[in-house]
């Protein structure tokens, strides 16, 4: 590794006060790969939720995870582990962090490691790994959607949203979503979705109910909670799939159970973070064989919605909070 910030062992990253939650740019050491890790130079990150609320300290990273917010970058191998096979320093990656995204270096288990597909840039690379393995796991999974099936998604402007429209849609099914403006709902019927529901306008029971499929639906996945609950299990077909990965609305609500019994209905849910390296490991295989060929023929290539810089990372967190964006937002590390 010749490079000279390698040699310097410098590392620009971003750091959450533990006071003021504000944010800085920091420099430390390069992380060292571990034997199963590759050591990755980030071009870019991308921006979750989940790091939003580690800012807020309502999302402890693991005692194992980087203290550093940031789950998955992509750029340049520049390191590898001892017993990594595959892989080699120039190789260009995009993979799911344990940590540490929001950085100028990044270490990934390779497990959680894909290469970059052949024609992205680097910032739809970054938009790729959480988004990939929580649709992967949730709709296919645990969700077990099938072609010929009806799959509602909530969020469908979020960059897993926008993503899981497209990958249900590639794989046979019809798909159903919500968002929360015209033009949203307008380039997610684009992206693949039969019917796209302004959820403020219009209650999506409501909608799904006049379109004449309440009662058809076979696979949701919500991240919504509250009163999403009881209407999710209203609209869900016999033998439906009803996956949880979020409850934005509350984790608590009255719900009258009875549709479960009656319609035989299986309620899941799953957070990705704390799932073993060896359940990840599992799904990137599925997801290299199932979804890759899709990517490879850019038949689907993510929703990149806007850039910033490290040094921005708080313009970028506010930028999702406020809900303005339609696909992933990351951050450009390097120029590269």
């Known amino acids: 590794m010749s490079n000279a910030a390698i040699a310097s062992n410098e590392n620009r990253f971003v750091d959450i006060d533990p006071d003021t939650r504000a944010l800085s740019i920091q420099t430390g050491p390069i992380p060292d790969p571990k034997a199963v890790e590759l050591l990755i130079r980030v071009n870019s990150a991308g921006v979750n939720r989940a790091d939003v609320l580690q800012r807020k300290g309502h999302y402890p990273p693991p005692e194992d995870a ?15 582990g001892a017993d990594v096979q595959g892989w080699q320093e ?8 344990h940590g540490g995204g929001y ?9 959680q490691c894909f290469p970059l597909p052949t024609g992205f840039s ?9 988004a990939l393995f929580t649709i992967w796991h949730n709709v296919f999974q645990r969700g077990a959607l099938q072609p010929g099936e009806k799959v509602l998604i909530h969020g ?17 099914a ?8 015209a033009d949203k709902c307008r380039r997610l019927q684009e992206l693949g979705a039969t019917l796209a529901i302004n959820y403020r306008d219009e209650d999506f029971a409501e909608a799904l109910d006049a379109a004449g499929v309440a009662g058809q ?11 999403y609950i009881q209407k999710n299990l209203n609209i869900a077909a016999p033998e439906a799939r009803i996956v949880n990965i979020a409850y934005m609305n509350g984790f608590k609500a009255e719900v009258n159970f009875a549709p ?3 319609k035989r209905i299986t309620m899941t849910g799953s957070t990705l973070r704390a799932q073993s390296f060896a359940q990840k490991a599992a799904m990137k295989q599925e997801i290299l064989k199932q979804v890759f060929p899709h990517l490879e023929s850019g038949s689907i290539r993510p929703v990149v919605d806007r850039s910033f810089a490290l040094d921005d990372a708080g313009d970028a967190q506010e930028y999702m909070l406020s809900g303005e964006h339609m696909g992933k937002i990351v951050l450009q590390v390097r120029n590269a």
């Open 217 to 227: 639906i076979n696979v949701i996945l919500d991240m919504v909670g509250g009163d």
């Open 156 to 172: 469908g402007a979020s960059g897993m949203g926008t993503m899981g429209v497209m990958l249900a849609n590639a794989f046979g």
């Open 66 to 80: 980087s203290p550093i917010m940031g789950l998955e970058v992509s750029g340049e191998v520049v390191a590898i």
């Open 260 to 262: 479960l019994l009656m």
């Open 103 to 111: 950085a100028e270096f990044a270490v990934a288990p390779v497990g």
């Open 174 to 181: 019809t798909v159903f979503t919500t968002a929360g403006s």
């Open 122 to 130: 680097h910032e739809e690379g970054a938009a790729l790994p959480e």
């Open 90 to 97: 120039g190789d260009q990656v995009c993979a799911l962090t």
